[in-house]
């Protein structure tokens, strides 16, 4: 299990970097953690990390946003969080992301656990104190 520290939202663009660096293979990715864990923080930081030049925020009512990284390849952010059926993942054509070899960042993965793909990294974020994160992969 691979562990990243992060101290303070200063220390986001190195921990993103050390996540990147960490990735390998893996282009489905469920972050996992409480409301208020900072996952959105984290996956804006990622997609900074790789160049997105678009403003990243949480897909919530939407359910997927679509940035470009600096090579111009897609990158999807997805946020599960207010889906009411399994039925609105899949009426979005989740697969279609998922089958795409784009990277594919996943708020609130539980919602959807059934259909993500046996590949997907989980990512567990860890609320150490009010600026004090643990990314568990």
């Given at each position: 299990?691979t562990?990243?520290i992060?101290n303070?939202?200063?220390?986001l663009?190195?921990?993103?970097?050390a996540?990147?660096?960490?990735?390998?293979d893996h282009t489905?990715?469920?972050?996992h953690?409480?409301?208020?864990?900072?996952?959105?923080?984290?996956i804006?930081?990622?997609c900074?990390?790789?160049?997105v030049?678009d403003v990243v925020?949480?897909?919530?009512f939407?359910?997927v946003n679509e940035?470009?990284?600096g090579a111009g390849?897609?990158?999807y952010?997805?946020?599960f969080?207010?889906?009411g059926?399994?039925?609105e993942a899949?009426?979005?054509?989740?697969?279609e992301?998922?089958?795409?070899g784009a990277?594919?960042?996943?708020?609130?993965?539980e919602?959807i656990?059934?259909?993500?793909?046996?590949?997907t990294?989980?990512?567990?974020i860890?609320?150490?104190d009010?600026?004090?994160?643990?990314?568990?992969?």
């Amino acid at each position: 299990m691979t562990e990243i520290i992060i101290n303070g939202t200063g220390d986001l663009p190195r921990a993103a970097r050390a996540f990147l660096d960490h990735l390998g293979d893996h282009t489905i990715v469920a972050f996992h953690g409480q409301m208020g864990a900072g996952k959105t923080t984290f996956i804006t930081a990622v997609c900074k990390a790789l160049g997105v030049q678009d403003v990243v925020n949480s897909p919530t009512f939407t359910l997927v946003n679509e940035y470009r990284n600096g090579a111009g390849k897609p990158v999807y952010h997805f946020d599960f969080y207010r889906i009411g059926h399994l039925s609105e993942a899949l009426d979005i054509g989740v697969f279609e992301y998922f089958d795409s070899g784009a990277l594919c960042l996943i708020e609130w993965p539980e919602l959807i656990e059934e259909i993500l793909p046996e590949e997907t990294l989980n990512v567990q974020i860890l609320v150490e104190d009010a600026d004090t994160r643990t990314l568990l992969f």
